[in-house]
């Protein structure tokens, strides 16, 4: 296994310097190809580039999508890059008040934080150390588009793509003048929003740059659950011959956040606390989390001949964060009137490095037009974490409260337990090809291959519960796709796709041990046809995508009777799902006037899944979900809508509703969630008289629905619900120049 990394990473290195040796290189070809290849720019609304990593006319992709362009962004007062992916079909975002939000797509559940879904942005990807995501490194209000591609996508980008990928597109710098935007917020719970973005060229036809910059602040809708984040994002574009561009950008965000307490769960599903006592901070009053993050990259763009580019990204990132709060389960006891719960204390700083060369090449073989890409890839990640923990004696469930009273048995006796003190190396090495070529002139096959081979190494320094000790570990795996594409007309085309993926299984930094490198990666196969359709003179879209997927070798934390906890795998998944997207523009009758409707299914059952964990008085416990259905993910999710602008006088207003179905709390499906519809409206003013001025007002919850939008449970039963997010007034000044 190790020698096959070897190799993998020599063949890399020749890669790159051949790479190195393009840019070196003049490149001569016609006049015609010094012209500047128009199909590079994103922001063509039909071109679609993240689903093949090549541009692609949107009739001509294969997968289930959704892009999300900057102006539906704003349309919908979007405050961070979370409440971007709110509507979209088959995608739920457990919204607590965690600042790192999970989530789901196709009804595929995490391990760990995001560890099956993957994010990128610039196409450059955004894991942690542990194969986490987050959310907090996207600069939001610098956001050109979002690509989100449900489905496996391993074959394409590696690791974590299991459920899909979302791809947050930077504005490129305006070339020919100067353009900007200023937007002042302010909301409920004294929300205090500042953010600008400024370019235009710096140096005529050769450089051209933009900058963006964020400070937010607010006291959140629960007690101790305050935010104050900035950051600040800067995009620079060198044309350095009429064939060869670099974009460079830096990103920096520093994001602080307290964190409210979940609500308990009875074993009957019934809620501990209501009224005014939910929105108390019962547990860890001073429970919060932190995250600095630096982020330099670049993208180098050549164009060798009139068929041939290559497409070199470089990536290196520093981040700092830490959590101190609750962490596990909630042990309720109503007899004492007690609630017990575990608090833990992370640190972590990591360093990552990331290079990939990828080579994409037109040409026509027997008349029909070919498009082959091969690229390779390394990522580097290097961290250094502390984990500690409170308690009395290191007993879970420690830390007691009397519910009624307020009393804190044992605060303050609680002890510390150094409990790691790690450093860890990470390698990612990969190799990827796809060959996309026209069968006829209205069907395209599309085959693709990747290899991924990842390594981790860490070492552990002797603390209060462990001994010293060094864990290492390798893995290797291919990830191949295929699909075909059957353009009927201009408007109307069908697709048939096969996909796999696949994750390491070697779970986060902290609970890394022996075990895991015997751990398989977990595989999904995935299976899906789809159509899109312009129907009306284009006056109205649609989009439909049946699908079925299946997940083995599923990564389970379980306890063994040496009181530690142990990872294995379980059983398989299946999902069975549908997903559309329609969009009805009535421009023509009535200037501004337009509907939508999203809709997302998805069946999510375990199949001979079981498991064995020791429970403390009881013994050796065999639990068996099969055929139980998948809790965190409902079954039925909606968003539905109507947007109207009268360009001539300025005004417009925009209401939608997002309605998410109830799902199984437990993996023994003893208990359900709560469905909930949220109703949403903007009105919005651009006085014609006042060029590039806008003011807008959003109000999010208009019924102000008591809901609960996260709820968790284990194989105990139900544990703890978040309330969502009440009655939100959101009111914006924007200048744009």
């Given at each position: 296994?190790?020698?096959?990394?070897?190799?993998?990473?020599?063949?890399?290195?020749?890669?790159?310097?051949?790479?190195?040796?393009?840019?070196?290189?003049?490149?001569?070809?016609?006049?015609?190809?010094?012209?500047?290849?128009?199909?590079?720019?994103?922001?063509?609304?039909?071109?679609?580039?993240?689903?093949?990593?090549?541009?692609?006319?949107?009739?001509?992709?294969?997968?289930?999508?959704?892009?999300?362009?900057?102006?539906?962004?704003?349309?919908?007062?979007?405050?961070?890059?979370?409440?971007?992916?709110?509507?979209?079909?088959?995608?739920?975002?457990?919204?607590?008040?965690?600042?790192?939000?999970?989530?789901?797509?196709?009804?595929?559940?995490?391990?760990?934080?995001?560890?099956?879904?993957?994010?990128?942005?610039?196409?450059?990807?955004?894991?942690?150390?542990?194969?986490?995501?987050?959310?907090?490194?996207?600069?939001?209000?610098?956001?050109?588009?979002?690509?989100?591609?449900?489905?496996?996508?391993?074959?394409?980008?590696?690791?974590?793509?299991?459920?899909?990928?979302?791809?947050?597109?930077?504005?490129?710098?305006?070339?020919?003048?100067?353009?900007?935007?200023?937007?002042?917020?302010?909301?409920?719970?004294?929300?205090?929003?500042?953010?600008?973005?400024?370019?235009?060229?710096?140096?005529?036809?050769?450089?051209?740059?933009?900058?963006?910059?964020?400070?937010?602040?607010?006291?959140?809708?629960?007690?101790?659950?305050?935010?104050?984040?900035?950051?600040?994002?800067?995009?620079?574009?060198?044309?350095?011959?009429?064939?060869?561009?670099?974009?460079?950008?830096?990103?920096?965000?520093?994001?602080?956040?307290?964190?409210?307490?979940?609500?308990?769960?009875?074993?009957?599903?019934?809620?501990?606390?209501?009224?005014?006592?939910?929105?108390?901070?019962?547990?860890?009053?001073?429970?919060?989390?932190?995250?600095?993050?630096?982020?330099?990259?670049?993208?180098?763009?050549?164009?060798?001949?009139?068929?041939?580019?290559?497409?070199?990204?470089?990536?290196?990132?520093?981040?700092?964060?830490?959590?101190?709060?609750?962490?596990?389960?909630?042990?309720?006891?109503?007899?004492?009137?007690?609630?017990?719960?575990?608090?833990?204390?992370?640190?972590?700083?990591?360093d990552s490095y990331f290079v990939e060369p990828q080579l994409t090449w037109k040409s026509v073989i027997a008349g029909r037009e070919n498009r082959f890409l091969i690229g390779g890839s390394y990522e580097?990640?290097?961290?250094?974490?502390?984990?500690?923990?409170?308690?009395?004696?290191?007993?879970?469930?420690?830390?007691?409260?009397?519910?009624?009273?307020?009393?804190?048995?044992?605060?303050?006796?609680?002890?510390?337990?150094?409990?790691?003190?790690?450093?860890?190396?990470?390698?990612?090495?990969?190799?990827?090809?796809?060959?996309?070529?026209?069968?006829?002139?209205?069907?395209?096959?599309?085959?693709?291959?990747?290899?991924?081979?990842?390594?981790?190494?860490?070492?552990?320094?002797?603390?209060?519960?462990?001994?010293?000790?060094?864990?290492?570990?390798?893995?290797?795996?291919?990830?191949?796709?295929?699909?075909?594409?059957?353009?009927?007309?201009?408007?109307?085309?069908?697709?048939?796709?096969?996909?796999?993926?696949?994750?390491?299984?070697?779970?986060?930094?902290?609970?890394?041990?022996?075990?895991?490198?015997?751990?398989?990666?977990?595989?999904?196969?995935?299976?899906?046809?789809?159509?899109?359709?312009?129907?009306?003179?284009?006056?109205?879209?649609?989009?439909?995508?049946?699908?079925?997927?299946?997940?083995?070798?599923?990564?389970?934390?379980?306890?063994?009777?040496?009181?530690?906890?142990?990872?294995?795998?379980?059983?398989?998944?299946?999902?069975?799902?549908?997903?559309?997207?329609?969009?009805?523009?009535?421009?023509?009758?009535?200037?501004?006037?337009?509907?939508?409707?999203?809709?997302?299914?998805?069946?999510?059952?375990?199949?001979?899944?079981?498991?064995?964990?020791?429970?403390?008085?009881?013994?050796?416990?065999?639990?068996?979900?099969?055929?139980?259905?998948?809790?965190?993910?409902?079954?039925?999710?909606?968003?539905?809508?109507?947007?109207?602008?009268?360009?001539?006088?300025?005004?417009?207003?925009?209401?939608?509703?997002?309605?998410?179905?109830?799902?199984?709390?437990?993996?023994?499906?003893?208990?359900?969630?709560?469905a909930y519809g949220l109703l949403n409206a903007r009105i919005y003013y651009e006085p014609p008289r006042i060029k590039g001025l806008g003011v807008s007002c959003t109000v999010k919850n208009i019924a102000?629905?008591?809901?609960?939008?996260?709820?968790?449970?284990?194989?105990?039963?139900?544990?703890?619900?978040?309330?969502?997010?009440?009655?939100?007034?959101?009111?914006?000044?924007?200048?744009?120049?």
């Amino acid at each position: 296994m190790k020698s096959n990394y070897n190799i993998l990473r020599k063949i890399l290195t020749a890669v790159l310097v051949l790479c190195l040796l393009f840019v070196s290189m003049p490149v001569f070809a016609d006049e015609d190809a010094k012209e500047e290849d128009k199909s590079s720019v994103y922001v063509l609304e039909n071109v679609v580039i993240t689903a093949n990593r090549m541009e692609t006319d949107i009739m001509d992709v294969p997968a289930s999508l959704s892009i999300i362009d900057q102006k539906e962004i704003e349309e919908r007062g979007v405050l961070n890059a979370r409440q971007v992916l709110d509507g979209i079909p088959n995608v739920r975002v457990e919204q607590d008040m965690d600042s790192s939000p999970q989530i789901y797509m196709r009804g595929v559940p995490h391990f760990h934080n995001n560890n099956n879904i993957l994010v990128l942005m610039d196409g450059i990807p955004l894991l942690t150390a542990n194969d986490e995501v987050n959310m907090d490194r996207i600069p939001f209000y610098n956001i050109d588009r979002v690509e989100v591609i449900r489905g496996p996508v391993s074959a394409l980008y590696g690791r974590n793509g299991v459920s899909g990928v979302i791809n947050y597109i930077t504005k490129d710098p305006p070339q020919d003048e100067v353009e900007g935007k200023v937007n002042i917020t302010i909301g409920s719970d004294y929300l205090n929003q500042s953010a600008f973005s400024v370019g235009g060229p710096v140096i005529e036809r050769k450089s051209s740059m933009s900058v963006g910059g964020i400070f937010d602040t607010g006291d959140g809708w629960r007690e101790n659950t305050e935010h104050k984040a900035r950051g600040l994002f800067v995009k620079n574009k060198l044309m350095l011959s009429n064939d060869t561009d670099i974009l460079l950008h830096f990103n920096r965000h520093e994001n602080e956040q307290n964190l409210g307490s979940p609500v308990p769960l009875r074993a009957d599903n019934t809620l501990l606390f209501t009224g005014d006592a939910q929105e108390s901070c019962w547990d860890v009053p001073d429970a919060r989390k932190f995250d600095n993050n630096t982020l330099f990259a670049a993208t180098l763009n050549q164009k060798l001949t009139q068929s041939t580019k290559l497409q070199t990204k470089f990536k290196y990132g520093h981040e700092n964060r830490g959590y101190y709060g609750q962490m596990g389960g909630i042990d309720l006891d109503e007899e004492n009137h007690t609630i017990g719960w575990s608090v833990i204390e992370l640190n972590s700083e990591e360093d990552s490095y990331f290079v990939e060369p990828q080579l994409t090449w037109k040409s026509v073989i027997a008349g029909r037009e070919n498009r082959f890409l091969i690229g390779g890839s390394y990522e580097r990640i290097e961290a250094d974490d502390l984990t500690g923990w409170y308690g009395d004696e290191f007993q879970w469930d420690s830390w007691r409260v009397n519910y009624l009273t307020g009393d804190r048995g044992n605060r303050n006796e609680k002890l510390f337990w150094q409990s790691g003190d790690t450093t860890t190396r990470s390698d990612y090495v990969a190799a990827f090809m796809q060959d996309e070529f026209d069968v006829t002139t209205k069907a395209t096959l599309s085959l693709g291959l990747r290899y991924d081979t990842f390594f981790r190494e860490t070492l552990y320094r002797a603390t209060d519960t462990g001994e010293a000790a060094k864990v290492k570990g390798d893995k290797d795996h291919f990830s191949p796709k295929a699909s075909i594409n059957y353009k009927w007309t201009d408007s109307i085309s069908t697709y048939a796709t096969y996909a796999h993926a696949f994750n390491p299984n070697f779970g986060p930094i902290w609970m890394y041990n022996e075990d895991y490198t015997f751990m398989d990666p977990e595989i999904v196969n995935s299976y899906e046809v789809g159509i899109r359709a312009g129907l009306l003179d284009r006056l109205l879209l649609v989009s439909m995508s049946p699908f079925f997927m299946k997940r083995e070798n599923i990564l389970v934390m379980v306890s063994g009777d040496d009181g530690q906890s142990h990872p294995d795998t379980a059983g398989q998944q299946e999902i069975v799902g549908l997903e559309m997207e329609s969009n009805l523009n009535l421009d023509k009758f009535l200037d501004g006037l337009s509907f939508f409707f999203n809709y997302g299914y998805a069946q999510s059952e375990w199949k001979d899944f079981q498991y064995e964990s020791y429970v403390w008085g009881t013994g050796w416990v065999t639990y068996d979900w099969s055929g139980k259905n998948v809790q965190v993910m409902p079954e039925h999710n909606f968003s539905t809508g109507m947007k109207y602008f009268n360009s001539d006088k300025g005004y417009g207003f925009n209401i939608w509703y997002d309605y998410m179905g109830e799902w199984w709390v437990d993996p023994a499906n003893t208990c359900k969630s709560e469905a909930y519809g949220l109703l949403n409206a903007r009105i919005y003013y651009e006085p014609p008289r006042i060029k590039g001025l806008g003011v807008s007002c959003t109000v999010k919850n208009i019924a102000d629905k008591k809901y609960y939008a996260y709820w968790s449970g284990n194989e105990e039963g139900p544990e703890s619900a978040y309330p969502g997010e009440p009655l939100t007034v959101i009111g914006s000044v924007s200048m744009y120049f």
